[in-house]
C-alpha cells in the first residue's frame, strides 16, 4: 500500500504543494474522533502515518527549502558592510562602535537558543518552525526600514515639539535610536536565522543532510555577492522611489529578497504535523527554565556534536576579524605609500583617501564570497559522502514502492565518478582551516593590496566550508537520531495495537522506557544548533575585547604611516584557527548510517544504538560502509530525485 501522502522526491517547482491532494487531517481510524491532548483525534494512529520525510528530495525541493537563507544573507551583507558608515555618518564615534557590534554576538547567543526551544515545543498544525520564520522576517523588515529612516523619523517627531533638527539633543536622540535600532535588528535576524536552520534540519532526510546543506551554503555565497554589487551601484540614481540615500535604498532591497525567499520556503514546503510528535513538555517557565534547560542540553549532547562546537568555538575567534576588519586591513595597505609619499595632506585629502581605500578593501570581500561560491558549488562533486547517501525509509513504506534503481539515478549516475576516494568532509574542512590559518599568517608579511586580496580570496575557501561542514556533521546527526526515534514509536506503537487487541498489557512498561528515552535523553534540532550558535557567537565577543586590547597598543592615528595593526589582529586570529583544527582531526567520520539504524530500530535495537556511533561499534569499524548498504537495500528503489554529492 503506497503512502497517502505524495511522494516528495517527485515534486516539481509548481506542485511542491498540491492543494488538492489527500486530506491529510482526516482520521485514519474511525470509531472515536474526540481530539487527543496533542492535538490529534483520539481515532488517529501514529503508527499509520508512514515516515515519508526520509525519502529522498528533488534537487528543486532543496532549493525550495534552503532559499530563505539566501535572502536573510542579503540582509546580514547590507547590516555588516553599510551598518558602520551609516552610524559613523550619524555622529557616532569610533570608540563606542565596539559596543554596537557586540549586539551581534550577543544575540546570537542568547535569542537563537531560545527561539529553538520554543519552536521545538510549538504544537500548531502548519508546522513549528515556520511561525518564528514568519514572525523574525517581518520583525527583521520593520527594523531594517525604521533603522535606515531614523533621522528623518527622530528628526520629524521632534521638530513637532519645536526642538532644532541640528541641536546636540536632537543628534543625540537619533544616534541612540539607531544603536537601539541595530540591537533590535540583530534580535529579528537571530530568530529568523535559527528558525531556518531548525527548518532545513527537520524538512530534509538524513541522508540529503550533506546536499541540503551544501545548497544553503551556496545560497548563502550568492547573497552575499548579491549585496556586495548593490552596494558598488549608485542605487538612488536609479531606484529613487525607495528612499535618497544608499542606505535607505539597500535596506529596502534586503527587505523585499527576505520576504519572498521566506514567503517561498513557507508556502512551498511543507513541514511534518508537530502534533503528531505528542504534547510539547511542560517544564517552559520561563528564563530561568530555559538556562537549566540549555546546560543540561550542553551535558548531553552527542560527542560528535560537543566536538564541533569545540572547533566553532576556536575558530570564530580568527573569523571574526576577517569579517569586521577586512577592509580596514586592506585600506592599510593602499594608504601606506600614499602616507609615505605626503604625510602632510589635509583632512579632506584623507577622507577621499580612505573612501577609496574603503572601495578597494570592499572588492577584496566580493572576491572572497565569489571564491566561496564557487568553492560551494564544485567542491561538493569531488567529496565522497560522508554518510550514508541512500535513503532511509520505513520497511512498510520500503516494500510497497517498486521503482527502479536505474530509473532513480538517471542521466547524472556519471556524477559519482568525480568522487575522491578518501577525500571526505571531515578531512575537506581540516585542511581548509589550515590554508586560513598560514593566510592569516602571512598578513604580517604582504604589502601589496594584489597579494593581501589573493589572501583574503583564499579564506573565501574555508568560510565555504566553515558554512558547510559543520552544519552537515550536526544535522546528519540530529536527522539520524530523530529518525531512529521515529521508527522506535512506530515499531512499539504496531506492537501495542496488536497487543492491546489480544488483551496483552506486559509492553507498558517498554513503551514508557521509550518515551522517557525520547523525551529526555535526546534534544530535539532547535536546542541542538542554538547552543552550536552560543559556540559561535560567545567567541565573537572574546575576538571583540581582544582585538580592543590589540588596537589601544598598536594602532596609530588616522593619516600616520606604519599602522600595522590591522595585520596584527589577523594574524593572531590565525593562531586560534590552527587550535581549532586539532579539534577537527578529532571528529569520527560515522559508518554506521541512519538506514543502518532504522533497520536496527525496527529489530528492536533502538534503545542502545541512540548511545553509540559507527566508530565505535567494531561490527561497523570492520567492514564500513557496507554494513550499512546491506541492511538499507530496500531503500535503494525508492525514487530519486536530487543529486548525490
Keep these: 500500500m503506497r503512502s497517502s501522502r505524495s511522494r516528495a522526491g517527485d515534486i516539481s517547482p509548481t506542485d511542491v504543494k498540491n492543494p488538492h491532494g489527500p486530506d491529510e487531517t482526516l482520521p485514519l481510524l474511525s470509531p472515536n474522533t474526540s481530539t487527543g491532548e496533542n492535538g490529534l483525534r483520539n481515532g488517529d494512529s501514529i503508527s499509520e502515518h508512514h515516515d515519508d520525510s526520509q525519502q529522498t528530495k528533488s534537487v528543486w ?118 544603536v537601539i535600532g541595530i540591537y533590535v535588528l540583530d534580535f529579528a535576524i537571530n530568530t529568523v536565522q535559527a528558525a531556518i536552520r531548525a527548518f532545513i534540519v527537520d524538512c530534509a532526510p538524513a541522508h540529503q543532510q550533506e546536499a541540503v546543506n551544501a545548497m544553503a551554503s551556496r545560497l548563502t555565497g550568492l547573497g552575499n555577492i548579491l549585496g556586495y554589487c548593490a552596494g558598488y551601484v549608485n542605487l538612488p540614481a536609479y531606484l529613487w522611489f525607495f528612499g535618497k540615500t544608499q542606505f535607505q535604498v539597500l535596506c529596502a532591497l534586503a527587505s523585499i529578497a527576505l520576504g519572498a525567499t521566506v514567503s517561498l520556503s513557507t508556502s512551498l514546503v511543507q513541514e511534518r504535523d508537530p502534533r503528531l510528535e505528542g504534547p510539547p513538555a511542560r517544564d517552559m517557565a520561563g528564563i530561568f527554565s530555559f538556562f537549566a534547560q540549555i546546560f543540561a542540553s550542553v551535558k548531553r549532547l552527542p560527542p560528535q556534536i560537543k566536538r564541533v562546537c569545540q572547533v566553532q568555538f576556536f575558530a570564530w575567534i580568527g573569523f571574526f576579524p576577517l569579517l569586521f576588519y577586512t577592509s580596514s586591513y586592506i585600506g592599510e595597505i593602499y594608504v601606506e605609500p600614499y602616507l609615505r609619499e605626503n604625510p602632510n595632506m589635509s583632512p579632506e585629502e584623507l577622507d577621499e583617501l580612505y573612501e577609496q581605500a574603503t572601495r578597494v578593501g570592499t572588492f577584496a570581500l566580493l572576491v572572497n564570497s565569489v571564491v566561496s561560491l564557487l568553492t560551494n558549488v564544485f567542491l561538493p562533486f569531488f567529496i565522497a559522502p560522508t554518510y550514508d547517501s541512500h535513503p532511509v525509509l520505513m520497511a512498510s513504506t520500503a516494500e510497497s514502492d517498486t521503482i527502479s534503481t536505474h530509473k532513480q539515478r538517471g542521466w547524472w549516475s556519471w556524477l559519482d565518478r568525480l568522487h575522491i576516494p578518501g577525500f571526505t568532509l571531515k578531512r575537506a574542512w581540516f585542511g581548509s582551516l589550515v590554508l586560513f590559518a598560514v593566510s592569516m599568517f602571512c598578513t604580517v608579511l604582504v604589502r601589496t593590496v594584489e597579494a593581501a586580496t589573493a589572501l583574503i580570496g583564499l579564506t573565501g575557501i574555508t568560510w565555504a566550508m566553515t558554512l558547510w561542514a559543520p552544519w552537515a556533521i550536526i544535522s546528519a546527526e540530529i536527522s539520524r537520531r530523530h529518525a531512529v526515534l521515529r521508527a522506535i514509536k512506530q515499531r512499539n506503537q504496531s506492537l501495542d495495537l496488536a497487543t492491546a487487541r489480544s488483551g496483552d498489557t506486559c509492553r507498558d512498561g517498554e513503551q514508557d522506557s521509550i518515551q522517557q528515552n525520547d523525551d529526555g535523553e535526546t534534544d530535539q534540532a532547535g536546542v541542538v544548533l542554538g547552543i552550536h550558535n552560543m559556540a559561535i557567537a560567545a567567541p565573537q565577543m572574546i575576538a571583540t575585547i581582544g582585538s580592543s586590547i590589540i588596537f589601544r597598543i598598536w594602532q596609530k592615528p588616522r593619516g600616520t604611516p606604519g599602522d600595522r595593526s590591522m595585520s596584527v589582529v589577523l594574524a593572531l586570529g590565525g593562531i586560534a584557527v590552527f587550535v581549532s583544527s586539532f579539534f577537527v582531526a578529532c571528529i569520527h567520520e560515522t559508518t554506521s548510517g541512519a538506514g543502518d539504524c532504522v533497520a536496527a530500530a525496527e529489530e528492536g535495537e533502538g534503545e542502545p544504538i541512540l548511545s553509540r556511533t559507527g566508530p565505535n561499534r567494531q561490527e561497523s569499524h570492520r567492514h564500513g560502509p557496507e554494513v550499512s548498504l546491506q541492511r538499507a537495500t530496500l531503500t535503494r528503489n525508492k525514487s530519486f530525485g536530487g543529486m548525490e554529492y
Excluded at 102 to 123: E, F, K
Excluded at 166 to 175: F, G, K, N, Y
Design 61 to 178: 525541493y532543496l532549493v525550495l527549502l534552503t532559499i530563505s537563507i539566501g535572502g536573510l544573507q542579503i540582509a546580514w551583507s547590507v547590516e555588516l558592510s553599510n551598518g558602520s558608515p551609516y552610524l559613523l555618518s550619524l555622529g557616532l564615534s569610533k570608540s563606542l562602535m565596539a559596543l554596537v557590534w557586540i549586539a551581534g554576538p550577543l544575540t546570537g547567543t542568547l535569542v537563537q537558543p531560545y527561539v529553538g526551544m520554543l519552536s521545538d515545543n510549538c504544537r500548531l498544525p502548519w508546522g513549528k518552525r515556520k511561525p518564528f520564520m514568519i514572525g523574525g522576517t517581518i520583525a527583521t523588515i520593520i527594523s531594517l526600514m525604521l533603522l535606515a529612516w531614523t533621522q528623518e523619523i527622530v528628526g520629524g517627531l521632534l521638530s513637532l515639539f519645536g526642538a532644532d533638527p541640528e541641536s546636540h539633543l536632537v543628534r543625540t536622540a537619533i544616534i541612540c535610536t539607531a
